[in-house]
């Protein structure tokens, strides 16, 4: 968990720095070329990806000839979706009738042979819990790929210093994986080991890709519907918002992944790691999502400047559907370990079914606006299908997780309508204004944790190593 957070984390940081100096050397329209072509190379890696890297971590025990088979698996779709993309280049582009988006996707492509070429390792290390060297392989390329952008985007190559971005950072895990790593592949492809696999593994495959197309389908119906620029401030605020709701959840989540598999047959254990997971998780990312609702604007301007103004509005929505997308991975992952991958595909069609439907819809009907009231219907509807197919195979009943994050919940609501309505009406400076709420909306917050100690709280007391623990004394 130490080694995830830090490799989260320091990733996070570098993220951030990177937005912070691009957004003001690039433009939302070099953001918006580039959040056009993602639904192609997401679609593109769910392919090469074909569900089994889940499908190794699932299987107790994989073989050399389990991983072989799939390390060529990939390879050879990586083949198959580059040439697709290739050749599809010239009308995606006439699609948007933008002509730089064909030499773009050729070169942004190449990530897709990066990507084959470790998959397998990094499930391995996954696998073996290792995430020692997956944090410091993450955090070599992160530093790398920003001080390479950064200097692109100075020099003036515009949206090119994204794609080169894009590459640094698949080919630097890469190489290190490869030499740094002992575990080959044989020159074998065995029908048993991918005829097991692909039991499990297509259903995953099938739901990572319905997944990621109805993710990234908004991006192509808004740079479709509206212009580039439109796309880039709602991708801006997208990223944002994700680095909140997905970066604590996905440091708890890819660590307990591997361990729900190892216990998948002692259902009340497992019971009592995803209440703890799902408990630890909302009670730190809901007052960050709420805190960020309430200084969006000072928030977006001192770190992005004024160009990026348009942003804002869609941020504090895109938050609000955060709550609800933090606390879905640990529930999705407890199914997915049990094995019920079929299961999940056929859920995962409803979800994304009325998950599309609203967002499509609201487009459709009232614009942007009824795009992002969508959002908010897909997040929480996927959330409540999620806990209750927790509820029916594993046990943990929906109303007792429900009741778990209730206090969170409640409290978090409370103070940031205390710390909203208290400060908002004063008229005061925009960072003074800001600075504020979030003053009160901490002392609310961490005064309840102090006074009433909620379960919540000790949970996440419990993941914090005791030397770092200096409010408690030697007694305690």
């Not at 050399?64 to 280049?89: P, R």
């Not at 790593?181 to 020159?187: G, H, Q, S």
């Not at 109805?214 to 709602?234: D, F």
């Not at 370990?337 to 998950?355: N, P, Q």
């Amino acid at each position: 968990m130490v080694w995830t957070t830090l490799q989260k984390y320091s990733k996070m940081f570098i993220q951030f720095i990177s937005g912070i100096v691009l957004a003001r050397l690039l433009t939302p329209y070099d953001y918006g070329c580039i959040g056009m072509l993602s639904i192609f190379m997401v679609l593109a890696e769910a392919f090469i990806d074909g569900g089994f890297g889940s499908a190794l971590i699932q299987k107790k025990q994989p073989t050399q000839a389990d991983y072989s088979t799939i390390f060529w698996w990939n390879l050879g779709m990586a083949v198959l979706m580059y040439a697709i993309l290739y050749v599809s280049a010239p009308a995606i582009s006439r699609f948007y009738d933008i002509p730089l988006l064909s030499d773009v996707l050729r070169v942004q492509g190449l990530v897709l042979f990066i990507y084959a070429f470790n998959i397998v390792q990094r499930n391995q290390l996954k696998k073996k819990l290792n995430f020692k060297v997956l944090s410091i392989v993450t955090i070599i390329t992160s530093v790398t790929a920003l001080c390479v952008t950064i200097f692109m985007a100075y020099k003036g190559y515009g949206v090119w210093a994204l794609v080169a971005q894009n590459l640094i950072s698949a080919a630097i895990p890469a190489i290190i994986f490869w030499f740094f790593i002992k575990w080959r592949p044989i020159l074998t492809f065995s029908r048993q080991s991918f005829k097991e696999l692909f039991g499990f593994g297509f259903y995953m495959f099938l739901i990572h890709l319905i997944d990621r197309f109805s993710r990234q389908l908004t991006g192509l119906v808004i740079g479709k519907v509206y212009n580039p620029a439109t796309l880039g401030y709602y991708s801006k605020a997208f990223g944002t918002e994700k680095l909140a709701s997905h970066t604590i959840s996905s440091i708890m989540t890819q660590v307990t992944y591997p361990l729900y598999a190892e216990v998948q047959d002692n259902k009340k254990v497992l019971i009592n790691m995803i209440k703890r997971m799902t408990t630890t998780i909302s009670y730190i990312t809901f007052p960050l999502l709420f805190i960020l609702m309430l200084t969006a604007k000072p928030l977006f301007i001192l770190l992005y400047s004024d160009k990026w103004i348009q942003s804002i509005p869609y941020f504090q929505v895109l938050c609000f559907a955060g709550l609800a997308v933090c606390l879905q991975a640990s529930n999705l992952q407890a199914i997915s370990a049990i094995g019920k991958s079929r299961t999940l595909f056929m859920w995962t069609i409803v979800k994304r079914t009325v998950g599309l439907g609203a967002m499509l819809g609201g487009l459709v009907l009232f614009g942007m606006k009824g795009l992002l009231a969508g959002a908010i219907i897909n997040a929480w509807f996927a959330y409540f299908v999620n806990i209750f197919l927790v509820s029916k195979h594993i046990g943990y009943k929906w109303s007792q997780q429900l009741s778990a994050i209730a206090p969170v919940a409640i409290v978090s609501t409370l103070a940031a309508c205390i710390a909203f309505l208290s400060i908002h009406y004063l008229g005061l400076n925009m960072y003074l204004d800001g600075i504020l709420k979030l003053i009160i909306y901490l002392l609310i917050y961490i005064g309840w944790s102090l006074i009433f100690k909620p379960e919540a709280y000790t949970y996440f007391l419990s993941i914090i190593p005791d030397k770092f623990r200096f409010w408690r004394t030697e007694k305690q």
